[in-house]
């Protein structure tokens, strides 16, 4: 048996490899298996070049828990090493590569970045253990050793009688890490990190139950067999080439992804790029309701199969967060913060190459199959639309086939909406007004005013169009959004003939103040407009520009500052050309005109869904007496 002591500047680098990164001990079994596929891989590389003239055969990874002994034991088949290599590769590079991390990363703000994630390799299993052995077989003629090391910088090393190929490492569990000693806890983890790793994983074994033979009775048991549990599937599909997947793959490989998810994707995306950066990956748009916060952190990254995280804030762009899949890419720099990560050329590369490929995608379905492309649009557009937000390059490729759906289920692009529009909708200062609603059944009376007049009315309901809106205006020359209740139509569309007056203007004045006087205290804009006769007698209308802004700041920024909380504004329109509105001003006796006027109020707010509580109760009353 030969001792020594590992060459290192620190006296004890293991209880800062304990204390560093508390909360990431688990890692320690992603880094050893991690190792273990690397040295199978490195192996079957050497015998397919007939450098090791071993036989490959199927290798696989096996992770054994011995609570009593309070043990792990991880053994692979692969290359191994040799007394010299153990010495080089764990004693100095190992060594030396933890050192040098744990001193670059020390003080880094460790909740900010994904520092962590990779990086510490073999002496992670420092964190969890007492004590960790070796006991390795070179795939040469070296003989076996048995290396040991206790947490101090002296280690020992002997010969081991081990005869089969490859590693084996014994961790003594600690004290403080036993949980790791519970299957369910290992299970986890191997699920969580390893769950698409190159080379079969196995922990323990499980029952399969196999046919009943022919001639078994009913009640006879199926007979059993206990094989292999593997946890892992060694090929899955963001590997494969996309001409050998069908449809049915992906869709499975969603299911694998997302066990617990009941709703079959929308459509996927698979991302197969070798220069000038590795990536693989398949993407897949869900179902998406209008709730953006709960949909987050569901695209998984990972680095040759090994699982990173699920935080992938940084590599893809924030809009696209919200799809699911897989991303595996060995050229994301890992060590470093989020906001180094932002910044790096690579990631900003992969970033723009992951927006350029959703929109060829988007833009091919659109192509193809129009159709399903319009029925899947309810489900994809809160994507599509904070991407056209928040990032310029999709903004311009989605105009070929961002939908802008009417209120009859028509769905247009922006330039087959300005086409069809523009006789009716251009106002006489050449400006094309977009009619929209935002709520077919509340919004009923004036999106039928708007249709009775020709007009198209948009149906855009998604939490953050009027952002959208507001970029629109401001990238596409003279065009304005209006939603149907901003104004009369007359005044959203304005043309170069008006109507004309039934009423003076001393008229308009008297029943002006007629109506004031009845709605004093109720804070109403009152708006008198010579209209249609058969145009409403009161509408209330609620002024685009506020009630946008108030919206924008409610689903995030944009808005005006303190806005959110401004109370709602309305104006009263009377159309002084409707025979009521005649009648109103006809009324001598005060008390009927009073009555006139609340109850056309009434009905205008009525329309409008404002009227409520005591108010409709008393409305009700009242008409119950009238038509008596
Ligand atoms: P890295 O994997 O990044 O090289 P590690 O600290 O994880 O760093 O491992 C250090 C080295 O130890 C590896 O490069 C490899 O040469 C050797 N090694 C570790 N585990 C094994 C193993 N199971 N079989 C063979 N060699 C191994
Ligand atoms: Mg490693």
């Known amino acids: 048996m030969a001792t020594g002591k590992i060459n290192v500047s620190v006296e004890n680098i293991f209880p800062l490899i304990k204390k560093f990164l508390y909360s990431d001990h688990e890692i320690f079994l992603r880094e050893l298996i991690s190792n273990a596929t690397d040295a199978t891989l490195k192996l079957k590389h050497l015998t397919s070049i007939g450098e090791a003239k071993v036989d490959y055969g199927q290798p696989m990874i096996e992770v054994k828990v011995d609570k009593e002994a309070k043990k792990i034991h991880l053994i692979d088949q692969g290359i191994g090493m040799s007394e010299e290599e ?18 670059k990363y020390k003080d880094a703000d460790k909740d900010t970045g994904i520092i962590g994630h990779f990086g510490l390799g073999f002496y992670s299993a420092f964190m969890v253990a007492e004590k960790v052995e070796i006991i390795s077989k070179s795939y040469t003629d070296a003989p076996a050793i048995h290396w040991s090391c206790d947490g101090s910088p002296k280690f020992t090393i002997k010969k081991s009688d081990k005869t089969d190929r490859g590693t084996e490492i014994i961790l ?20 969580k990190y390893n769950k698409f790793m190159p080379i079969p994983i196995k922990f323990g074994t499980k029952t399969e139950t196999l046919p009943k033979p022919d001639g078994a009775k009913e009640e006879d048991p199926a007979p059993t067999k206990e094989v292999d549990n593997i946890i892992n599937n060694p090929n899955p599909a963001w590997t494969k080439k996309p001409a ?44 998406l309701t209008n709730d953006l916060s709960i949909q987050k952190d569901k695209i998984q990254l990972y680095q040759n199969q090994v699982f990173v995280t699920d935080n992938v804030e940084g590599i893809v762009p924030e809009f696209l967060t919200m799809l699911r899949g897989v991303i595996d890419s060995p050229d994301i720099p890992l060590n470093v913060s989020r906001s180094y990560l932002q910044a790096d050329g690579a990631v900003k590369k992969i970033s723009s190459y992951i927006t350029r490929k959703v929109g060829d995608k988007l833009s091919s379905l659109f192509k193809n199959n129009r159709e399903e492309f319009e029925a899947k649009w309810n489900d994809i557009k809160i994507v599509i639309e904070y991407g056209m937000l928040s990032e310029d390059k999709f903004f311009e490729k989605a105009n070929q086939f961002a939908l802008y759906p009417t209120v009859d289920g028509n769905y247009y692009t922006f330039e087959e909406l300005e086409e069809k529009v523009k006789d009716l909708q251009t106002d ?58 901003a104004d009369h139509l007359d005044n959203l569309i304005k043309k170069e003939e008006t109507q004309i007056s039934k009423l003076s203007d001393e008229e308009k004045e008297k029943l002006k103040s007629n109506i004031e006087e009845v709605l004093a205290d109720k804070g109403y804009t009152i708006q008198m407009e010579a209209m249609d006769s058969s145009s409403s007698p009161f509408i209330i209308t609620e002024p685009e520009f506020m009630r946008r802004m108030k919206e924008m700041q409610q689903s995030g920024g944009g808005g005006m500052f303190g806005m959110g909380s401004m109370p709602e504004m309305y104006n009263l329109i009377v159309n002084t050309n409707h025979a009521l509105v005649g009648e109103i001003l006809g009324t001598k006796t005060a008390k009927k005109r009073e009555r006139l006027i609340n109850q056309s109020l009434d009905l205008a707010r009525l329309s409008k869904g404002l009227l409520k509580g005591e108010e409709l109760t008393n409305f009700i009353n009242r008409s119950y007496e009238m038509i008596k």
């Not at 890490?177 to 699920?191: A, K, M, P, V």
Request: overall charge negative.
């Open 86 to 103: 153990v010495k080089k590769y764990i004693n100095e590079v190992a060594f030396s590569g933890a050192e040098e991390f744990i001193d």
């Open 172 to 191: 003594s569990i600690a004290d403080d890490s036993t949980e790791f000693l519970e299957d369910n806890r290992i299970s986890e983890l191997l699920l």
């Open 244 to 287: 050998d997947l069908k449809d049915e793959d992906y869709k499975n490989f969603y299911r694998e992804l997302y066990p617990m998810q009941f709703e079959e994707p929308l459509f996927h995306i698979h991302l197969n790029v070798d220069y000038p950066f590795n990536l693989t990956g398949i993407l897949y748009f869900p179902k």
């Open 428 to 485: 006489k200062d050449d400006k094309l007004v977009l009619l929209y609603a935002s709520n077919k059944e509340q919004q009923h009376s004036y999106i039928e005013a708007a249709k009775a007049k020709g007009f198209e009315v948009l149906l855009l309901d998604s939490p953050i169009v009027s952002h959208l809106m507001q970029k629109l205006e401001t990238s596409k020359e003279k065009v304005s959004f209006a939603r149907v209740d």
